[in-house]
């Protein structure tokens, strides 16, 4: 699973810079979703 760090590395340096601001808050919160989805699972 993407890790909070490697989805920095992906927005500030990776193929991820490039998206909108819009974008780029959709893609952290859908991560953020499937964090806590994960972690409720446990």
Do not use: I
Not at 7 to 20: A, E, I, K, Q
Not at 23 to 29: I, L, T
């Amino acid at each position: 699973m993407l890790g909070r760090h490697g989805l920095s590395l992906l927005l500030l340096d990776g193929p991820l810079r490039r998206l909108s601001e819009q974008r780029r808050a959709d893609v952290v919160e859908s991560t953020l979703a499937m964090v806590v989805s994960g972690a409720r699972a446990d």
